[in-house]
């Protein structure tokens, strides 16, 4: 799933979407105080075409921290579980960044070191084909010479292969890689966003430690930080209880997936509470070291675009949140946090999308921009 860099509108058009009444305070029984971003979260619904929305914010507050949950919509609540699509990415690249930090895998790596004969380009008896010339495309992908770095800032060149599957067909890893070899690919060493990168790291992770990338998130991640609604479902269809339903634009229920549509690249199920509880943690440096937690915000290597695992979004009273969104049929949710964790808001609807693209940014805006709750 592409991430979504929706070019932030001109603040006239973030304070006409704050003029939509506020939302009933929170009643779980933590603090809470209607704001802006309360004032947006119904737009979601009645202008976004979202059955449903709901968002959480938190703050650090000395010791503790002051959360603020809101939501609209029917079938909907803070308890949910559900499926949160290429926030797998952040998980995963934590478990890489750590492995490398542990000197048991080095970001410089090739793909082939790992993965050995897994990528190499099909021979060919004369130069690119027309089509790849016309295409723009670069050179046929090769796992001699892309490496994990590549791989986590998506620079690799390698091509997404949900292009063929629109993230309905389960597939292996081998299976999924192999579609993706029979597209055309981007040019390595420029930004082009592809899950094809992180179901590699996936597999390198099994390679390197000798269990799974979700065996390894949770033992590094999950448990760690007592993320007890946070899950890799595997093959299972179902979501945990509770649970509401997931739609498609259309209107077709498909709460019930399977989660190999995704793999490494977005199989993740998952809780409001935990994703605002992860991206705090990781960007407080409880899970990576500074050094590993700079590498991970180096944006550099996708012109500004992507770190690893993570990508900035600059809002337009000039401060710049971090954080992934994720997209799988049914399911759509952000997480945004400040440099250190200490501000963090996930917001999530029961569908793909919203149909204004507008909303998303202003929500970022209404949020982060300095007021007090």
Not at 224 to 243: D, I, K, Q, V, Y
Not at 259 to 270: D, F, I, N, S, W
Request: contains cysteine; glycine residues 10%.
């Amino acid at each position: 799933m592409p991430t979504l860099r929706t070019v932030l509108s001109i603040p006239v058009l973030v304070a006409a979407l704050l003029l939509s009444p506020a939302l009933s305070p929170d009643t779980s029984g933590t603090a809470t105080t209607a704001g802006s971003t309360d004032a947006v979260l119904p737009r979601l619904v009645t202008g976004g075409g979202a059955p449903a929305a709901a968002l959480l914010a938190q703050i650090r507050t000395g010791p503790g921290r002051v959360s603020r949950y809101a939501d609209t919509g029917p079938g909907i609540a803070r308890t949910d579980h559900f499926r949160a699509g290429s926030i797998t990415k952040t998980f995963v690249a934590v478990v890489v960044l750590q492995l490398a930090a542990e000197h048991r895998l080095s970001l410089d790596d090739t793909v082939d070191r790992h993965l050995p004969g897994l990528l190499r380009p099909a021979r060919t008896s004369g130069p690119r084909s027309r089509s790849q010339s016309r295409s723009g495309s670069g050179s046929p992908p090769d796992g001699r010479h892309i490496t994990l770095r590549q791989l986590l800032s998506h620079t690799s060149g390698l091509p997404d292969f949900t292009q063929v599957t629109a993230g309905t067909v389960p597939l292996t890893p081998p299976q999924a890689v192999g579609l993706a070899l029979t597209l055309p690919p981007a040019r390595r060493g420029h930004y082009s966003y592809s899950s094809t990168n992180y179901v590699l790291l996936g597999m390198v992770i099994r390679q390197v430690t000798g269990h799974s990338y979700a065996a390894e998130a949770e033992r590094r991640i999950i448990a760690p930080l007592g993320l007890a609604g946070t899950s890799f479902p595997g093959s299972s269809r179902s979501l945990p209880a509770p649970h509401g339903h997931a739609f498609t634009a259309d209107g077709s229920d498909v709460t019930e997936l399977d989660p190999r549509v995704a793999g490494a690249a977005g199989e993740l199920v998952t809780t409001l509470d935990d994703l605002d509880r992860f991206y705090a943690a990781l960007l407080g440096g409880e899970l990576l070291t500074p050094h590993w937690l700079r590498e991970m915000k180096d944006t550099r290597a996708a012109q500004g675009e992507y770190g690893m695992g993570l990508y900035p979004a600059r809002l337009p009273c000039g401060v710049t949140v971090w954080g992934h969104n994720g997209r799988i049929s049914g399911s759509y949710v952000r997480t945004a946090a400040t440099a250190d964790g200490g501000h963090v808001l996930t917001f999530r609807v029961s569908t793909d999308a919203t149909a204004d693209t507008r909303l998303e940014p202003a929500l970022l805006a209404a949020e982060f921009c300095p007021r007090t709750w």
